[in-house]
């Protein structure tokens, strides 16, 4: 990122290549700022500039590129002079739907560094590391959420040191559904059973809804059944006293788990984020894009999702194949959720939140650049079907998931994710199956929602700190979340689930 050594930066230019700066604050028309690509000249606004929105640095003709992140992020629909304003009224997405991809693999040296930092986790019979030693409650279906509710609550009072929390991953689904529903949930909830942070998991089943328990079961691998404890609520006299009955035998199994030095090369980290705005790309997704590149030099695993917020971007990732195999299973990527979105009469190329465009978004292209530095520049090697989990390594996965905070996070969860790194500019109280990092773009939210945010990347704003720096910071503050400290999702005690529904409910 191209940087002004003023200390009353007004506006970021954020690569080399573009005719576009975003303005640091809100900007008044007639005023006159250090120019971004000339800091040795002023540049005059042609009018009022909101916090986040872009600033032509040069003539733009009508047809023209717009470049920001070094990408085109769309096309200019009238002329546009050097200080006016850009955004839906004068730029407008190139993408129809009828884009063509090759396969241009991008030359990469990467290795492997040694030595590699260490962190304190859990080291299970699978092969994997945990990083929380949790007991997870996981319902086949909808009917029996009150029961596992009830039975991590009586945990949390009743055996409160024996392990880490007691969670509930309850969900409305599992009866009255068909075909690929009735997959996707059975999926995403026997890979959530796998995720190495839960050191004992107890299955309750109803008896009669179309997710079956003996199904569900056997689909699990025999090495992971043995910190499996389940039944059907129909079956038993009392449900909640069977339930922890079963915890107790798992507890037993978990009072033999301690935390050992572990090689980060054993983190899986899923990148999300959410309510952007016009910083997103600046700060919060950058510095995760170093943390990722930090990651999987070391031999980690980073995990990224949302497949609509690629598009527009897509060809940048099949670029980073490390194979044509690979490639292939990028386009598949991408044009599967293209046919998702035609199947449902609906618009493939569109910015669909209008939090987004008053953040200063404009296209789906300026979107997904921004979105995708969550990746950093990793090889992709790995594509994960929705509900399939990741086969582990180092490098880069995308993962099939709608944009959909909720949905696309658990995804990330099943996957095997360690916890997330969660951006956002405009904020969300939401936490998930694992440790949620929660990463502001800018300091006004920071400072606003202490108890929604664990670390704030708008001091690059506030040229506290350089990009790489904070980076540097946030890669300690992740080694230290691995080894036990909390996340403000677990402190508030906020875990959520969503399954990706697409068919038919009977």
């Not at 004068?90 to 009828?98: E, I, M, Y």
């Not at 200063?360 to 520049?377: D, N, Y």
Request: charge should be negative; include cysteine; hydrophobic fraction near 35%.
């Amino acid at each position: 990122m191209q940087e002004n050594s003023s200390t009353t930066r007004k506006a970021l230019r954020v690569h080399h290549d573009d005719n576009v700066a975003v303005a640091i604050t809100s900007l008044s028309k007639n005023s006159e700022i250090e120019n971004p690509a000339d800091t040795q000249n002023t540049l005059a606004l042609k009018q009022d500039i909101p916090a986040g929105h872009k600033i032509a640095l040069s003539p733009i003709n009508k047809g023209d590129h717009i470049y920001k992140y070094g990408f085109s992020i769309g096309l200019a629909t009238s002329d546009i002079c050097v200080g006016e304003h850009v955004h839906s009224h004068n730029l407008s997405t190139q993408l129809n739907g009828s884009e063509t991809y090759s396969f241009k693999k991008t030359d990469s040296d990467r290795t492997i560094k040694n030595p590699c930092p260490t962190f304190s986790g859990y080291l299970r019979e699978t092969g994997k590391v945990g990083i929380r030693n949790e007991v997870w409650i996981v319902n086949t279906v909808g009917c029996v959420n009150q029961a596992a509710r009830k039975i991590a609550d009586i945990c949390k009072k009743q055996y409160p040191n024996k392990a880490d929390d007691y969670i509930a991953q309850t969900h409305p689904f599992g009866c009255s559904q068909l075909g690929d529903d009735l997959n996707n949930t059975r999926k995403v909830l026997q890979s959530l059973v796998q995720n190495p942070n839960a050191g004992g998991v107890l299955i309750i089943g109803l008896g009669c809804e179309n997710n079956q328990l003996s199904t569900f079961v056997s689909g699990l691998p025999k090495t992971q059944r043995k910190r499996v404890r389940y039944f059907n609520s129909q079956q038993v006299e009392d449900e909640i006293v069977t339930g922890l009955q079963h915890i107790e035998a798992l507890l037993d199994l978990m009072a033999h788990d301690k935390r050992e030095l572990v090689p980060v090369s054993e983190l899986s980290i899923g990148m999300k984020c959410g309510g952007s705005d016009g910083f997103s790309g600046l700060t919060a997704n950058a510095i995760v894009g170093r943390v990722s590149d930090k990651l999987t030099e070391y031999g980690g695993r980073v995990i990224l999702t949302e497949t609509p917020e690629m598009f527009g971007a897509e060809q940048v990732l099949m670029n980073r194949s490390a194979s044509e195999a690979v490639y292939n299973e990028i386009v598949h990527l991408v044009e599967d959720f293209k046919s998702y979105f035609i199947k449902n009469n609906q618009p493939i190329y569109e910015n669909p939140s209008p939090g987004n465009k008053a953040g200063g978004l404009t296209t789906l292209e300026e979107k997904s650049l921004g979105a995708i530095q969550k990746g950093g520049q990793a090889v992709v090697n790995e594509v994960i079907a929705y509900g399939e989990r990741s086969q582990g390594g180092a490098g880069l996965s995308l993962l099939q998931a709608p944009g959909n905070d909720a949905v696309s996070s658990t995804a990330l969860a099943a996957a095997g994710a360690n916890m997330i790194l969660f951006t956002t500019g405009r904020g969300t109280p939401l936490g998930f199956p694992v440790p949620t990092v929660k990463i502001a773009s800018n300091s006004d939210l920071a400072s606003r929602k202490k108890h929604w945010i664990d670390f704030n990347a708008g001091v690059i704003l506030d040229e506290e700190k350089s990009i790489d720096a904070c980076a540097d910071e946030l890669f300690s503050y992740i080694l230290d979340v691995a080894s036990g400290r909390l996340t403000r999702n677990e402190e508030n005690d906020n875990r959520e689930i969503a399954i990706w529904k697409s068919g038919v409910t009977l």
